[in-house]
């Protein structure tokens, strides 16, 4: 069946009519009059909102019924409709609604991006259906897919081969052909408000089809009503509105929110995940559901895992066994627990990058929903209910238990990793398997332990010894003090080793771990540093920038004041020449990159004689040094301390930037320093020393140091 024939017949219909910048200007600004006077605002969308997306429309100069009534075929690039992201009209529209503005939405579009946009479900009536949607022919159930729900033969039979949970009906894809009736509710809800409406926005519309172009056609006749077009086209309903707006509708909707004062909001995946147990205490035998649900209403089934495992765990949270594979719904997990508590990884269909997730579930609890966005832009997830620009709000909690703190900890077994100080660590991947490596390290003596510890299910997994041992495939250079920094543009996971002691000797050589295979192999490099430890390193631009550190060679310990840049590609080191404020020779600080991509931020250390309370910006592109106000009292250490032992109490301090905001840790706490520069505390923190750091995500992952004047073995979690 073929829809040509409701391609417009001639070239003036088909034209494009762009105005000018000003005109738009003045016309936005007559409609946010409008709107802001309306008692009842209602939008109307077609195809028009969706070409951003990479969704071709219908009837414009390349439109899908354009080219069929032509003969032409489209050579232009076009998005498939699961992976589309909702345009910034979509968005603004959410921001309306959010906003109470918008009352209500009618669209004429199936791709489904209203509804994934954020658009409420009893805010929108979808008068053609929607291609990620099946609907039961018997009962009207109705199911949300993370696919598109294609009918398994031609014709008008929407049959999609699937079949109704509740009564075995048959699924039909909810879309609407020309000539078949529109969804009776939708088109109730729809005619109600736009009878209601006294101002209707009509965006990106042909307004030819029939029904649908009643309800703006209707507000357009009301003697108290006011119609707005905006579409790139001539309309048969120009006549009947207040205006025209000839410019695409990113363009007015951009410019409207900006004449109301409204934010337009960011676009979010949200998913609603249901888990459902029974658990026998005496038994251990457990029956687990996992299921979700459409973020709007829980009466609605959504399809949005491709797979799902479940691990047990046991009481200390370190899993036991492998997962159980459950690979298709239902997602029924059954058998005897070691605890009451199980680790659920679950997979997304990744349309969006959206990376596994692994939540925690207590089997007591019959039933527990979490509501989680995920931040396309930042390839995040967290709670909805916590959804922030600031860190300060809680992520949720690494064990996913209701009543657990945002800190968690994680304990070795003593066959996993000895205790250490001075390790450096990172997070990578290691086939298929987000790990976290913990490289080096001493108690008495430096050795080259690697730790390994599965970031998915929270579990220790092996430990070397050295290069040859049969208990873990990894190798390791005999070292602490060192850093280990992941530059993405040679290789998320190559971990770049630099600097460190081994008890008797410093060094200046550059290492490069492989989290893949676990092979450690020596960069031959020029130009070389100074040998050093207790330094820091950032990544920047693709290299690697080292600041500070300390050496002791038979005498006194000397503290670096310098700075120098090692390129991966060439092997090279340069120093780099600063001037202005430089701060004092230090080791034990800690340094991170700013938002801004070239500011580096140091704070605290010690340099020989005293901790110090201090703050530096390097901006990297000039070499220029600048000193900033020093912290509030209680946030880094300070005040004099003899050098007796390196390990100097209370020196070492860690950051890691989140978002536009940097997690500052200490002997004395965890802060946050925030876009204002004010100071944040952050409660619960461990009073770990001369421990490692990293980032997995929105999580500051913190391992070994002393803790409370013993050497610590411990991994904390800070969830942001």
């Known amino acids: 069946l073929t829809m040509a024939w409701t391609a417009h017949k001639t070239k003036e219909a088909v034209e494009e009519h762009f105005e000018a910048e000003a005109e738009v200007d003045a016309k ?41 009534a032509q003969g032409r075929v489209s050579t232009a690039p076009s998005t498939r409709v699961e992976e589309a992201w909702p345009t910034l009209t979509h968005m603004s529209l959410v921001g309306l609604q959010n906003a109470g503005v918008m009352k209500y939405l009618i669209t004429q579009n199936c791709d489904g991006l209203h509804r994934k946009s954020g658009i409420l479900q009893d805010r929108i009536s979808e008068l053609h259906g929607n291609c990620s949607v099946e609907e039961c022919e018997s009962c009207g159930m109705q199911y949300m897919r993370d696919f598109p729900c294609y009918r398994i033969g031609r014709g008008h039979d929407h049959f999609t081969g699937r079949y109704c949970n509740l009564c075995n009906g048959r699924l039909l894809e909810w879309t609407i052909d020309f000539g078949q009736s529109l969804p009776e509710l939708q088109l109730k809800r729809a005619y109600h408000n736009s009878k209601k409406s006294d101002v209707m926005l009509a965006l990106g519309s042909s307004l030819t089809v029939s029904p649908a172009c009643d309800m703006p056609r209707n507000v357009g006749r009301k003697q108290d009503g006011h119609l707005v077009i905006c579409n790139l086209q001539n309309t048969p309903l120009d006549e009947l509105s207040d205006f025209v707006i000839h410019a695409r509708t990113d363009q007015v909707m951009g410019k409207l929110m900006a004449q109301l004062g409204l934010p337009i909001p960011s676009w979010r995946l949200r998913r609603r995940v249901v888990f459902t147990s029974t658990f026998d205490e005496k038994t251990r035998t457990c029956e687990f559901h996992v299921a979700g649900l459409d973020a709007d209403n829980d009466k609605i089934p959504a399809s949005v895992f491709s797979r799902v495992e479940v691990l047990c765990i046991n009481p200390d949270l ?10 298709e719904e239902p997602y029924i997990f059954k058998g005897v627990v070691a605890s009451g508590v199980v680790a659920v990884k679950l997979h997304f269909m990744q349309y969006y990058k959206e990376h596994s997730l692994v939540l925690f579930h207590d089997l007591a609890r019959p039933r527990a929903v979490h509501n989680l966005s995920y931040f ?17 709000h809680l992520f949720f909690s690494v064990k996913g238990i209701e009543g657990y703190p945002e800190w968690s900890c994680y304990t070795n077994s003593a066959e996993c990793y000895p205790p250490c100080c001075w390790p450096a660590m990172f997070a990578a991947q290691s086939k298929g398997v987000n790990c976290l490596f913990i490289l080096g390290g001493a108690t008495r003596i430096a050795n080259n332990h690697i730790g390994v510890f599965n970031l998915d299910y929270h579990k220790w997994v092996s430990s070397s010894t050295g290069p040859n041992s049969p208990s873990c495939p990894y190798a390791a250079v005999t070292r602490w003090g060192h850093s280990v920094t992941v530059l993405p543009e ?65 005498g006194p310990y000397q503290f670096y004041a310098d700075s120098y840049l090692f390129d991966p590609t060439n092997k090279t080191w340069t120093e780099l020449k600063c001037t202005g404020e430089i701060p004092s020779g230090r080791a034990q600080h800690a340094a991170v990159l700013l938002p801004d991509g070239h500011s580096m ?28 106000p020093a912290p509030p009292k209680g946030i880094l250490p300070e005040g004099k301390v003899p050098l007796k032992d390196f390990r100097v109490p209370a020196a070492r301090c860690s950051a890691m930037l989140f978002g536009n905001q940097v997690v500052v840790h200490s002997a004395l706490g965890a802060w946050i320093l925030q876009e204002d520069w004010t100071w944040r505390k952050v409660p619960g923190a461990p009073g770990l020393l001369c421990h490692a750091v990293c980032k997995y995500g929105r999580k500051m992952l913190m391992f070994g140091g002393t803790y409370e004047q013993h050497d610590a073995n411990l991994l904390h979690v800070l969830s942001l």
């Open 601 to 628: 931020l140091v704070l605290g250390g010690f340099d020989g004689t005293k901790l110090l309370n201090e703050l530096y910006i390097c901006d990297l592109d000039t070499c220029q040094w600048r000193a900033l």
């Open 376 to 392: 396309p832009y930042d390839e995040e997830w967290c709670h909805e209910d916590t959804v922030s620009p600031n860190i300060d």
């Open 490 to 554: 040679a290789g998320a996971n190559l971990g770049w080793i630099f600097g460190g002691w081994d008890g008797s000797s410093q060094y200046n050589s550059v290492h490069v771990f492989n989290a893949e295979n676990g092979e450690v192999v020596e960069v031959e490099t020029k130009m070389n540093p100074p040998h050093r430890g207790c330094h820091t390193a950032v990544a920047w631009r693709g290299k690697l920038v080292v600041f500070g550190g300390s050496i002791c060679r038979g």
């Open 28 to 68: 936005v600004a007559r409609l946010a009059e409008l709107v802001r006077n309306a008692g009842h605002f209602c939008c109307f969308t077609g195809a028009g909102v969706s070409t951003s997306a990479g969704i071709p429309d219908f009837r414009g100069p390349e439109g899908v019924w354009t080219l069929k």
């Open 318 to 327: 370190r899993g036991v066994g492998e997962p159980t594979q459950l690979a």
